[in-house]
Every structure is written in C-alpha cells, then in structure tokens.
C-alpha cells in the first residue's frame, strides 16, 4: 500500500500564492507520473498539472504562467507553486501519483485533498 499525504492549502487572497505538497510513502519501487487536480463545487474533478518521472510538465490552460509543478525524487514529494492566485481557482486540490509498488504492481493512488479559497 501507498499514502500521498497533501499539505499546505488555506485562505489567501487574490493575487497571493500558496505551495502544496504530497509526500508519498508506504511500499514504493517507484514513482511514475504524479499530478494535481482540482474540484470547484459544483464541477467535476479537473486535471491542474502534471509531471512524469523524467520531469517533462503538462498544464491545463487556465493555470499556465501562474502555477508551476515540481517533483523531488529523493523525498517521493510532488509540489505545486500557485501564484497570482484568482477566486475561480478556489476548490480542493487532490494529489495523483502512478505508483510501482514494491511487488512491481502499478496502481493508481489520490490524496485526501486539501482545501484552497481565494477570497477576492
């Protein structure tokens, strides 16, 4: 079994900025492909960023130029940096990693998810 366990949501302003991170632990040989998503109220859940084991990043339109993903291999811990935050990015944000666990299965596994509000 693996955990990601998500920190660093909150309040902030418009305009602010926040970090969130997602240290995975638990059996891992390794980690693939991890991501953030977000879930406004009302809407479905959508793809934030992601980036793969080699570093290449994908990013959905709205977030481009204001929110960068990066990972730390050596801690299992992927980050997000959301800067120039705006109201419409409030939601909860959930953390995704494909997983080669130690039995070299490969399962998908998310985060409890963290709450982000920016006030305007």
Do not use: H
Request: hydrophobic fraction near 35%.
């Amino acid at each position: 079994q693996v955990q990601l366990a998500e920190s660093g949501g909150g309040l902030v302003q418009t305009g602010g900025s926040l970090r969130l991170s997602c240290a995975a632990s638990g059996r891992i040989f390794s980690l693939n492909g991890m991501g953030w998503y977000r879930q406004a109220p009302g809407k479905q859940r959508e793809l934030v960023a992601q980036i793969g084991s080699l570093g290449f990043t994908n990013y959905a339109d709205s977030v481009k130029g204001r929110f960068t993903i990066f990972r730390d291999n050596a801690k299992n811990t992927v980050y997000l940096q959301m800067n120039s935050l705006k109201p419409e990015d409030t939601a909860v944000y959930y953390c995704n990693a494909v997983v080669t666990e130690r039995s070299r299965l490969t399962n998908d596994y998310w985060g409890q998810g963290t709450q982000v509000t920016v006030s305007s």
